[in-house]
Structure formats: C-alpha cells, structure tokens
C-alpha cells in the first residue's frame, strides 16, 4: 500500500517540476513555452518558487457554532428588539408604529443596523435605532435586526413576533363614514 502511495505522489509532482523554456521565433518575439520547438536554441529558464499564502478561515455567525466549541466572540454584548408592548400586540388602526433596538455597547463607528419584517428587509441600513413602520397589515408578523460592519453582517438579534391588531372596516363598533346628521328636535312656541 504505501508503494502504490509512493508512486501516485511521484506521479504527481513530475508536472510540477517541469521546465520552462525561453527562445526568440523568426519575427523576433520572445516566447516561454514548456516545450522546446525543433531546431531552435531554447534557454531553460529557473524559475523562483511560487509564493503561497494560506486564507483565514471564514467568519462564523453567530448560532452557527458546532455544538461543543465555544461560542464565538460576539461584537454587542446585546442586540433586540425593544419597546413593543409586553402582551405582544400592537394596536396601531392605521398600521403605523415605532420600534427601537436596544444595543450595548453603543453602534460602533462603521456599523449599521437593518430591520428584517418577516424574514425580509425593511428600509435600508441605517445607525438610528429607532425603526417606523407604517402600513402593516393585521395579522401575526416576526421582527430581528442584524448589525452590519460595512456590508459584512456581523450580528443578529433573535427573532420576536407580534400581532398588529387594527380596526376592521367591518367592525361594528367602527363608526360610520357618513353618518345621517341627527334630526333637530322642534323647539317649544312661545
């Protein structure tokens, strides 16, 4: 077995190990090829070692550990989403609200924050930690924030849901878009 390994490893170095040659054709270009042309007095030439250079290993995101290393350092000591109300529903009639994010430390110099509406972005990235919403349907919706160092997401808070509870056009207790003015009641004669 380790002949066959011998072999196979010696196989694959002889390319590596190839020449270069270096001649001058008829119309006095100079040209490096690794096989020397019939007839011409081709030059070897010694080439220097390749330089090589070992990558970083990627960044790894934060809850994307395998489990049993220890938990990668993270930028923020806190990033969520705050200021919704503690029974998680939103009563907003025309859909229209605030969210803020809590961050410690501060956003650092150089980074932004981006809202995630269900998954998706919502307004573009932005160092205020204040988010309006406005137009949001009835129904249940998820909201996280990610941090952002330039256009590398380096951070994502975890993911709160909520209801957005809206007054219905079919409500009874909704008023009337227009009501019959009431009927002047008669004065009494003098």
């Known amino acids: 077995m380790r002949l066959i390994v011998t072999c196979l490893l010696a196989a694959l170095a002889l390319p590596a190990s190839a020449e270069i040659y270096k001649y001058t054709d008829a ?7 690794n096989q020397p042309p019939q007839g011409s007095k081709a030059e070897t030439v010694t080439l220097p070692p390749v330089n090589t250079v070992q990558s970083p290993p990627p960044p790894t995101m934060p809850g994307s550990e395998p489990a049993g290393e220890g938990a990668a350092e993270q930028v923020y ?18 859909g229209s609200f605030t969210v803020g ?3 410690e430390p501060q956003l650092r110099i150089g980074d932004s924050l981006q809202l995630l509406l269900d998954g ?3 307004g573009g990235l932005t ?6 919403l406005s137009d949001i349907e009835r129904g249940e919706h998820s909201l996280s924030v990610q941090a952002f160092s330039g256009d590398r997401l380096i951070q994502q808070s975890p993911t709160v849901t909520f209801t957005t ?26």
Do not use: H, M, W
Request: charged share 15%.
């Open 127 to 132: 160092s205020s930690v204040q988010f309006p």
């Open 165 to 190: 509870q809206r007054i219905s056009t079919n409500s009874p207790a909704r008023p009337p878009i227009n009501p019959t003015p009431p009927k002047p009641t008669p004065r009494p004669a003098n």
């Open 27 to 33: 119309n006095g270009n100079t040209v490096f090829t």
């Open 101 to 103: 994010v809590r961050i």
């Open 77 to 94: 000591n806190v990033l969520e989403i705050a200021d919704l109300p503690d029974d998680e529903a939103v009563r907003a009639n025309n």
């Open 120 to 122: 998706q972005p919502y």
